[in-house]
């Protein structure tokens, strides 16, 4: 039922969108109250391999674990591997664990359309810890950042320079960066990398006045540091809860989804008109033949579904 309700928020027939407005509005009761973590990085940092041990844990405490592995679309065929739960094999065999790979379609952020509704829909299954893979590090990995509690960043260690791979943007984002595969012959790089991390610290902004984040290394292979990276997840949690800011950004987080949303039904507009849409494609041929500069055809749009004479947004 869970794997139909989210089936269902991500389809973009408008019968399914309006039953699926009618069903987030009756779990939105049994939403909020799970740990929503967002987990990011550089494709082979670890991260499905870090999350399978993390949920294996998670489990033997007590929690049901909630993962959605977000994996890109190609922009050519339109289509995803979706591959990640089998990254996960331990964990995909639990009855207390729900992997759910969704693509991208387009979505910048490494995150899915429909993250934010998913997540709703396993909070209101029952499960309590909530985690988003994103799809990897890059200029634009930082939307995930607005629908978590919790943002971690994993980095690797040895392999050049091991900051390279990571925007700056994505670092001043996060609540804890993580140096993974810190065993065997790595032990020593992936402690220097660590500390690297910390110095570099003094120079990124922080996201709270009333949060350092922390500089750790882990191995999933041996299940070392994961025990303490869960523990700091959920100190975390406890400052923000007690200054005000864990409600405050989950305020912001709402408002957000909201406007997202709204983006996202406007753009839908262009696609659901007939008319509409073959005028687009007309001045979208314009446009490319350079007979007509993309200003001008935006206005043009704006003004075929009746927002032509909107303000200027300030």
Not at 15 to 32: F, I, S, W, Y
Not at 249 to 272: E, I, N
Not at 294 to 310: D, K, T
Request: glycine share 10%.
């Amino acid at each position: 039922m869970l794997a139909r309700a989210i089936t269902l928020v991500e389809s973009g027939r408008a019968d399914h969108r309006t039953l699926a407005e009618e069903v987030l509005q009756r779990v939105l009761p049994k939403t909020g109250t799970a740990m929503r973590v967002g987990i990011t990085g550089v494709p082979g940092v670890g991260k499905s391999t870090a999350i399978d041990q993390l949920g294996m844990d998670l489990i033997t405490r007590g929690h049901k674990v909630a993962v959605l592995a977000i994996d890109p679309t190609s922009r050519r065929t339109g289509g995803a591997i979706l591959g990640d739960k089998t990254r996960m094999e331990r964990l995909s065999q639990q009855h207390a664990a729900f992997i759910r790979p969704s693509p991208t379609a387009g979505t910048l952020g490494g995150v899915a359309r429909r993250t934010r509704e998913t997540m709703a829909l396993v909070e209101a299954a029952g499960f309590d810890v909530v985690i988003v893979e994103t799809v990897g590090v890059g200029q634009s990995e930082t939307a995930v950042s607005d629908m978590v509690d919790f943002f971690l960043v994993l980095l690797l260690a040895g392999a050049g320079d091991d900051l390279q791979g990571i925007k700056r943007g994505v670092l001043e984002l996060a609540d804890m960066m993580v140096v993974t595969k810190a065993d065997g012959d790595n032990v020593a790089r992936a402690t220097q990398a660590a500390a690297d991390l910390k110095g570099a610290l003094g120079i990124l902004t922080q996201v709270s006045q009333n949060w350092m984040p922390p500089v750790m290394t882990i191995s999933a292979k041996d299940n070392r540091g994961l025990d303490e990276m869960w523990d700091r997840i959920v100190a975390h949690r406890r400052v923000m809860t007690s200054s005000g800011e864990f409600e405050a950004r989950r305020q912001a987080q709402r408002v957000t989804w909201m406007r997202d949303m709204l983006t996202d039904r406007l753009a839908g507009l262009l696609r659901s008109d007939p008319a509409v849409a073959a005028r687009v494609r007309e001045l979208e041929h314009d446009v490319g033949a350079g007979r007509l500069a993309p200003p001008l055809a935006v206005a043009e749009v704006m003004r075929l579904i009746g927002l032509g004479m909107l303000p200027e947004i300030p």
